[in-house]
């Protein structure tokens, strides 16, 4: 090899190995192998070699020219791994940091109660089930034993709609009662199952809206009697207010679909609103055992079955639990109310961690 390609070769690598990063690396590629790079103008100037030299020198040539390829293509290599590494050691993932706060969205406290209800009922083995806003004046009255003319269909100012001519009349449900109606016509006992949902009348103030919601739970079985009605309304209530002492006591009430009917109604201070204690009570539902007439409205046999049903509004528990004055403020969307109210997606509600 001629002095010329030794100094050429040996200031390459001395380069290449000198070369810090990539940036350096590509300046002495393209300074070597370059359209102008030295080792091509060399390759370029071989026709004008004399011919009894030129097969020398072309083989030479060629052999530092694969020498200095593979030279630079190692380092290339070389670099570039030190690249990633340096950047992986930066830029490394720490797994258990906590999450960052990023803009999203939150769970409606509304929506949070009936999660925290069907979580409840869930443990103890109920089913959800889901019936139409839009409804038969049927389901919603009279299989419910609340027949046309009787006093407390005036108690629910309800909605009806335009139904044509020779069709049931039809309304917005006011109560999630009729999905009682619809269960036991759909399936056999045993029953259990819970019905939140959105249900209307036409009502506005404080703490009345047109539209608002509302959970039902029906049982029915052989031997179901109110014994079990109380323990499973006394469990349910005490988990939801995460109070395991909560005073609980029933009261007689009327419904027509029920026969005994009765209040349940928690310990409460009517001074600080404080939900427990105090000394006071207040009404937070309706039930009772349900009536023979509705059972055989629907195809069951009340000598051979019997259930027990409840009904809760779900606004009231939520204003209740969190101490939300207003019922109206639930559908401002009010950022800063949800803010304030409203629950991570992230948390959703778990028996075992209290809710
Ligand atoms: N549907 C009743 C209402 O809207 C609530 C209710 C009371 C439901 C007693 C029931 C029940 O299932 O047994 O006022």
Partial sequence: MSDQLESLRDETLAALAAAGDLRVWDTIRVATLGKSGRLTALLKALGKTPPDERRARGAALNRLRDELDAAIEARGQALQAAALDARLSHERVDVTLPVQRVPSGSIHPISRTIEEIVAIFGAMGFRLAEGPDIETDWHNFAALNTPAHHPARTDHDTFYLPTPEGHPTRLLRTQTSPVQIRTMLDQAPPIRVIVPGRTYRADHDATHSPMFHQCEGLVVDRGITLGHLKGCLIEFLRAFFDQPALPVRVRASYFPFTEPSMEVDIGWSRR????????????????????????????????????????????????????????????????????????????????????
Avoid: Q
């Fill in 272 to 355: 600080t609103g404080e939900i427990g204690g105090g000394g006071d009570w207040l009404e937070v539902l309706g039930s009772g055992m349900v009536h023979p007439r509705v059972l055989a409205n629907c195809g069951v046999d009340p000598r051979e079955h019997t259930g027990f049903a409840f009904g809760m509004g779900i606004e009231r528990l939520t204003m209740l639990k969190h101490g939300i004055p207003d019922l109206r403020a639930f559908y401002d969307s009010d950022i800063r109310w949800l803010r304030h109210y409203s629950t991570s997606p992230l948390r959703p509600p778990l028996l075992h961690e209290g809710l």
